[in-house]
């Protein structure tokens, strides 16, 4: 443990929770050297503050060793698996069932850096970069994210995100967005997702800005994604890590919440 431990490190109790859905070591071969509730501090730490992995500080394990569990959790598909985990105890301490029938679509662009990778042009939002599109449950916790180039229309980038639900959310009946989702994707989600799109539009006769039903859960959410300093742009080379920081982002959350650290 550091001596100083850093805003972002977990509590014993927040560890103790995450502890078993991480892999124990392995029966053969070379003993694991490390301590994985320090792997899991240095990538949270990496996660808020925005630095770069050869810039971790020095009381973590290396970084290339951090990294290293980094992409084998995110290719094991583990950080999705923590995420449902996590997702299903924070819904039951709410009071609901551990599978949504409800949910909000939305997606956020972003700008990328010089690191390369898949990009586009948003004419919308006049940004060169990528877009997040997330599905949440009516309490904002992650259902789905798939990172894709911006210049791909809403209405394409959900069926990404969509096609993904009948297999994982078999309660699930509807799907609440905004008018960017309207037209043809309503009558295809009915038919593919067997799921009812309802559109949420704002109302004519209000000027300025309103918060509309609903769609206001996902907003919520992607603004507390937006926290997260490696979030702030899209910095990575691959889609696919830049979805694993979301989800990652979204289990630091829920560990907080479900065993929030004492004020004293």
Known sequence: MNNIPYRTDLTDEQWKLLKPMLPLPASRGRKRKVELRQVMNAIFYLLHTGCQWRHLPKEFPAWQTVY????????????????????????????????????????????????????????????????????????????????????????????????????????????????????????????????????????????????LPRRWVVERSLAWISRCRRLSKDYEALTETSEAYVYLAMIHLMLKRLKPASSG
């Open 68 to 211: 290293g569990y980094f992409r084998k959790f995110h290719n094991d598909g583990l950080l999705e698996q923590i995420n449902q985990r996590l997702r299903q105890r924070v819904r039951q301490q709410a009071g609901r069932k551990r599978q949504p029938s409800a949910a909000i679509i939305d997606s956020q662009t972003v700008k990328t850096t010089e690191q390369g990778g898949q990009r586009g042009f948003d004419g919308g939002k006049k940004i060169n970069g990528r877009k997040r599109h997330i599905l949440v449950d009516t309490i904002g916790l992650l259902l789905l994210v798939v990172v894709h180039s911006a210049a791909l229309q809403d209405r394409d980038g959900a069926k990404l995100v969509l096609a993904k639900v009948q297999e994982r959310f078999t309660r699930l009946r509807l799907i609440w967005a905004d008018s960017a989702y309207s037209g043809q994707l309503v009558e295809w989600v009915k038919e593919q997702v067997r799921c009812v799109l309802e559109i949420v539009r704002r109302r004519d006769d209000v000027a300025g800005f309103e918060v």
